[in-house]
C-alpha cells in the first residue's frame, strides 16, 4: 500500500512551502505535524514570534472563518484549536524571552453558579490561537475572581460565559461591581454563552456580545485597536 501523496517530509519543503504545509496540517487537527513544523522553522532560524504569526495565527484565522461560515464544526476547531496549544506549547517560554508582544490579555472564566465551560473553552483556545494572552479561570467565577485577577494580570479584557438562563444575570453583578469601584472604563467586557442575546449584553452593559468564538476574536481584535488608537488619558 503506498501513499506517496501523504508522505511529505517537512524538512524538505521550503519555508514557504512549510508555512502553507503547516497551515493545513492545523486545519486537520494533526498536532504531532504542527509541533514538528515549528522545530524545523526554530531550527532554521526563524524567530518564535513570526512562527506564531504566520503559520500558526494564519491556520486558525482561516479555521476561524470557517468555523463562522459553517464549513467547521466545534470538534473539528476544537481539533485544531489542540493542535495550535502543541505548537504554542514550544513557543511560549522563547515568546516570553525575546519579549514578543501580544494583542492584548484576556480574563475569561464562566460566571458564578455555572459550571458548563466547552464553549468557554472554545473561545479561549481560538484567542490565543489569534495571539492574544488569555488567563483562564474556569468555572463557577464570583465577582472577586474576576476582577482580582484582571487586576493582577493588569488584562484588557474580561471575558464572562453563561449557559443557563439562570446564571446570566450574573454577568450584571460584575459589570455593576466594576462601575461601583469606579473601573468599568478599565475593561473591554465580552459576554457570551447559549442563552443570551445581543439585546442583554447592551442592556446589561457589556461592550459586546459575541455569538461564537470566532465572533469573540473578531470583536476582541476590533476593541484592542480602538483601545490603541486613543488618545493618551489625562493624567
Given at each position: 500500500m503506498s501513499d506517496e501523496e501523504d508522505d511529505i517530509i517537512l524538512s524538505e519543503l521550503d519555508d514557504e512551502e512549510l508555512v502553507q504545509q503547516m497551515m493545513d496540517d492545523l486545519y486537520d487537527g494533526l498536532k504531532e505535524e504542527i509541533e514538528e513544523g515549528v522545530r524545523?522553522?526554530?531550527?532554521?532560524?526563524?524567530?518564535?514570534?513570526?512562527?506564531?504569526?504566520?503559520?500558526?495565527v494564519g491556520g486558525m484565522t482561516i479555521v476561524g472563518a470557517d468555523f463562522r461560515d459553517g464549513i467547521l464544526f466545534v470538534p473539528e476547531v476544537l481539533l485544531a484549536a489542540n493542535a495550535m496549544k502543541g505548537g504554542m506549547f514550544i513557543l511560549k517560554p522563547l515568546l516570553v524571552e525575546t519579549g514578543a508582544p501580544t494583542i492584548g490579555k484576556?480574563?475569561?472564566?464562566?460566571?458564578?453558579?455555572?459550571?458548563?465551560?466547552?464553549?468557554?473553552?472554545?473561545?479561549?483556545?481560538?484567542?490565543?490561537?489569534?495571539?492574544?494572552?488569555?488567563v483562564d479561570l474556569g468555572i463557577n467565577n464570583a465577582v472577586e475572581s474576576y476582577l482580582e485577577a484582571a487586576a493582577k494580570e493588569g488584562a484588557d479584557i474580561i471575558g464572562m460565559s453563561a449557559l443557563l438562563t439562570t446564571t446570566m444575570p450574573y454577568m450584571k453583578v460584575v459589570i455593576d461591581t466594576m462601575k461601583e469601584q469606579g473601573i468599568r472604563e478599565d475593561y473591554i467586557v465580552l459576554v457570551g454563552g447559549a442563552p443570551l442575546n445581543e439585546e442583554f449584553g447592551k442592556a446589561i452593559g457589556a461592550d459586546a456580545y459575541c455569538r461564537d468564538a470566532a465572533v469573540a476574536v473578531e470583536t476582541a481584535k476590533t476593541y484592542m485597536a480602538r483601545k490603541h488608537n486613543r488618545p493618551p488619558a489625562e493624567a
Open positions: 524545523i522553522l526554530l531550527d532554521r532560524g526563524w524567530g518564535p514570534y513570526d512562527i506564531l504569526t504566520k503559520p500558526l484576556m480574563v475569561i472564566g464562566t460566571v458564578k453558579g455555572d459550571i458548563h465551560d466547552i464553549g468557554k473553552n472554545l473561545v479561549a483556545m481560538m484567542m490565543e490561537g489569534a495571539g492574544f494572552e488569555i
